[in-house]
């Protein structure tokens, strides 16, 4: 089953879709602004991802400076934390298969996974 973690105003996160469907997936779409993942889910994401939440953060949000996200003392349950409460945080898209995941930043990394 693949699933993308998708924001259709996001030209990268269009292209990583487009990409996906041109090799004949069609993924489950959640659109994470309205329907944001729990923290048990974007535990799991990150752990398919093999990296750390601060990787996944956008730096260029208000919300990182508002919160104060470059704290690094801040452990990895409240970044994730963080990102729930506020999901523009979320860095995109996220392409989730089985067990793996890539972000599709190029789009071509979802290559990886097809």
Known sequence: MWTIYHNPKCSKSRQTLQLLEENGVTPDTVLYLVNPPSTTELGEILNKL???ARKLLRKGEAEYKELNLADES????ELVTAMCEHPRLIERPIVVKGDRAVLGRPPENVLDLI
């Open 50 to 52: 093999g990296i750390p």
């Open 74 to 77: 801040l452990s990895e349950a």
